[in-house]
């Protein structure tokens, strides 16, 4: 696909996207299609808030400047729209991850859930953890499921970069009896999570995320119209394969 083609395929989401959102903005209703954890999120964060416990969040290896960005801006998102309800108890979530750059990430993203429901008295930078770095590693999978575990958190996010290490951490959150939801934008990772997580989110799922959990207009009219199209590339697809049959 050259430049020209991708800035029309660019200019014909926008357009769907933005018309979407004004019929949304009309009649206020959702029906874009259902996603289990997003449904069990907000759940869990009441849960957590009515019981005064912390829920885990780990972005793994996600990380700022690399290839595994995009997980870790999707990721936050994720963590800051949950935040800011957790953000009305004194019980700071916690934040665990391996790649040093996105430390700030992270701390900024508690604090500005903080901010935003005004109760920076009780906001902590500490609670954003970072344990040794590396592919895989099992030393940053371990000292989060302790971290976890030792705190009693309700449950256990983890999103964005993980791979087999997500193992380790999902059989802690088992072992203590704790909720777990997982992603990983990696294959291997992706099948642990698939297996072990009570609810899973794959793939692309983890990018709609603001849509799904107090969306605006625009973001929400942005899912139904990738969706939309989505379906319109599976047609053509199946239209060329039997036009190249006949």
């Given at each position: 696909m050259n430049n020209t083609e991708?800035?029309?395929v660019l200019l014909v989401v926008a357009?769907?996207?933005?018309?979407?959102?004004?019929?949304?903005l009309r009649r206020?209703?959702?029906?874009?299609?259902?996603?289990?954890?997003?449904q069990v999120l907000p759940e869990q964060a009441a849960d957590a808030v009515e019981?005064?416990?912390?829920?885990h969040f780990s972005l793994g290896g996600s990380a700022l400047g690399e290839?595994?960005?995009?997980?870790?801006?999707?990721?936050?998102?994720?963590?800051?729209?949950?935040?800011?309800?957790?953000?009305?108890?004194?019980?700071?979530p916690l934040v665990t991850l391996s790649q040093p750059l996105t430390l700030p990430l992270a701390q900024d993203t508690l604090r500005r859930a903080y901010q935003f429901r005004q109760n920076m008295a009780h906001y902590r930078s500490s609670a954003a953890a970072w344990y040794p770095q590396g592919a895989r590693s099992l030393s940053f999978a371990a000292g989060a499921a302790s971290l976890a575990a030792?705190?009693?958190?309700h449950s256990n996010v983890l999103l964005g970069r993980f791979g087999v290490?997500?193992?380790?951490?999902?059989?802690?959150?088992?072992?203590?009896?704790?909720?777990?939801?997982?992603?990983?934008?990696?294959?291997?990772?992706?099948?642990?999570?698939?297996?072990?997580?009570?609810?899973?989110?794959l793939g692309e799922e983890l990018y709609v995320a603001a849509a799904y959990l107090n969306g605006s207009p625009l973001e929400q009219g942005g899912v139904v119209a990738l969706d939309v199209l989505r379906w319109l590339v599976i047609l053509g697809i199946i239209l060329a394969a039997v036009q190249a049959a006949v």
């Open positions: 991708l800035t029309w357009l769907a996207q933005t018309l979407v959102a004004r019929i949304l206020r209703e959702l029906f874009h299609r259902p996603i289990a954890a997003y019981s005064s416990n912390r829920i290839s595994s960005s995009v997980s870790a801006l999707a990721s936050a998102e994720v963590v800051y729209r949950l935040s800011e309800r957790l953000a009305v108890s004194r019980q700071t030792d705190a009693d958190a290490e997500m193992a380790l951490l999902g059989e802690s959150a088992l072992r203590h009896d704790q909720g777990l939801i997982a992603h990983s934008d990696l294959p291997e990772g992706q099948a642990v999570a698939f297996v072990q997580a009570d609810e899973a989110l």
